[in-house]
């Protein structure tokens, strides 16, 4: 798999591993025609090997294929964590298969035959969605860079505020005085970007959430 890079504002690249030519060929000129960026792949180990996790997009799997399978290539992907979103193409006969793919977090699967719009439909969801666990990443990171920003003092204030005590409380459980608590108080405010104490409680708790 390729060196992650800081690609996220690139255009979103539509990935299509599938070991059929025609049916590649025609996922290219379809997509291409209305212009997607694409990036074709006759298997799996192709792919692996020139994924950028960091490039925004989702992919179109084949889910029946010789040697590494599209399911087993939905596993690989997740055990790094990959958030791009998987449209699986699948056979009359493949539908058990594609309901295990869904279990383990498969965007969405298409029989074949399918009519392109319908496939079209699915791939610009799947580019919302990932557009949008993109942009919930990237403000948790930089909740957890200014995060890193606070001394150790006033990590403890933050904890304090966002559980609702007052800065008569803080100071008496900290043992400093209401007026060095306030000084306090107002780096946390600034250096965390929160606009109120219900903002930096929201924060807080998307930190919680995020671990």
Do not use: W
């Not at 580019?127 to 890193?148: G, M, P, Y």
Request: proline share 5%; hydrophobic share 40%; charged share 25%.
């Amino acid at each position: 798999m390729a060196e992650p890079s800081d690609n996220n504002h690139a255009p979103p690249t539509i990935y299509v591993v599938d070991d059929d030519d025609g049916m590649r060929r025609a996922l290219n000129l379809l997509l291409s025609t209305i212009g997607y960026k694409t990036a074709v792949f006759a298997d799996p180990a192709e792919f692996l090997r020139q994924f950028n996790p960091n490039t925004p997009g989702c992919l179109v799997l084949d889910i029946r294929m010789p040697g590494m399978s599209g399911l087993e290539l939905q596993q690989r992907l997740n055990r790094t964590g990959s958030m791009l979103p998987v449209i699986f193409i699948t056979g009359h006969g493949d539908v058990p298969m594609a309901v295990q793919a869904m279990k383990e977090g498969a965007f969405e699967f298409i029989q074949k035959p399918f009519r392109d719009q319908d496939l079209l439909d699915r791939i610009n969801h799947a580019l919302q969605q990932d557009a949008e666990n993109r942009s919930t990443v990237a403000r948790r990171a930089e909740v957890l860079r200014r995060l890193e920003t606070l001394t150790p003092r006033e990590r403890q204030v933050m904890d304090l505020v966002v559980e609702g005590a007052a800065n008569k409380v803080i100071a008496i459980d900290l043992g400093l005085s209401e007026r060095t608590v306030e000084i306090h108080r107002a780096k946390v405010m600034e250096k965390m970007g929160a606009r109120s104490v219900a903002h930096l409680v929201k924060l807080h708790m998307n930190l919680t959430n995020a671990t």
